[in-house]
């Protein structure tokens, strides 16, 4: 972890935010590479979840909402003091009620106190007073579901259908740690999947999404053996949750949670509806009956998943007697796809270099790099996880053709220049 963390910070992919006036705790920027990275990301699980689907739309809410609706989701309630909680008999206290290192109940070991007042406060409008607090959301679920009804009016959703959005959520952790997994500021991609409210449609759905959330991570480069599914014990399950599970990553410092996939049932709907006086029910024009739809939220988090990605990519290997570090990304989710190399800064080679450049550049990610040994390009390059290089040398100039170098082996091939677009886009397997 302590060299990814570092190779991070040295090439510009994630580092401490505010650094300048000695960081803010806990919070992170992501740098060049990391901001493609992201968005390579957000974009893999976009696909999969919106594109690739006729039964889910996207939406891109407000991250301040309404402050009744954390009254109604039950955030303001469960989310309002330091909490402990015991880890033998699952019980929870107040952590003032617990009085002491151990459960009063069991004699357990207590969680350290967890502040439920999680929610970032801040005031709307000039007037700094109870009336004008809002919150900045802790999850991007709410927003869905306050509109529901403008989704089904307007798409003419029939169930089962999801409502999918990616955005920034906050929270004041009060333990936030281990680089980007824990951070009182991140980033979720949520779907809330509607369905009959049937026990049957419901298992159903339920275990197509965990399925498929498990497959999504597979699909991207996660080793399995690295990933498992841990079903959420009835004590443990969050205050809206008929049924959790959660797919786990296994973090250098154990197994850590990257997505929660729960059965909401129809508590949202329902706290929702009755709350702001709006009915949030559907009609089934196949039964002529009105409803509260349940739902399946698969919750991921954007971090998490990049920690994860960069985890298990993460190499070091020794090419031609050299030890190198790698990032065998996906190509998908590399930052950048292509770097590009003239052999020597002269003899028209730069030239040549740009024109491929230019060739390129309107496919995908590519840099431009003509300083030091070629050798030392190669490798600056395999450390931020960049699949294909090409490099242009006294051939190029007299047959067109170019060397192209894989990441991964290290092998080398000769390409005409004309094929190259093609074949990049074969390589990076954008179909898949
Ligand atoms: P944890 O138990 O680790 O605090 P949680 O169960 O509270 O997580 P959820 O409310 O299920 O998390 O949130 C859904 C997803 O959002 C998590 O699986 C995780 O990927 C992400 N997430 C939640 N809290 C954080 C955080 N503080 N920093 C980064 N990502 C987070």
Redesign the pocket.
Known sequence: MDKLVALCKRRGIVFPSSEIYGGLGSTFDYGPLGTELKRNVKEAWWRSTVQERADVVGLDSAILLHPRTWAASGHLASFADPMVDCKGCKQRFRADDAGGPRCPRCGGELTEARSFNLMFKTFMGPVEDTAATVYLR??TAQGIFLDFAEVVDTQRAKLPFGVAQIGK?F?N?IT?GNF?????E???M?LEFFVRPDPQEEARWFEHWVNARFEWYVRYGISRERLRLRPHAQSEL?HYSRG?T??EYRYPFGW?????V?KRGSFDLDRHSEFSGRDLSYFDEATRQRYRPWVIEP???????ILAFLLDAYAEDVVEDEKRVVLRLDPRLAPVKVGVFPLLRKAGQPEKAHAVFDLLKRRCMVVFDAAGSIGRRYRRQDEVGTPFGVTIDHETMQDDTVTLRYRDSTKQDRVAIAALPARIDELIGWED
């Open positions: 802790p999850e959520a929270r952790e936030p980007i997994f824990r951070t009182r991140f980033e979720q949520e969050a959790t959660d797919i850590g949670e990257l997505e929660g729960a919750s991921a988090g954007v971090d998490r998943s």
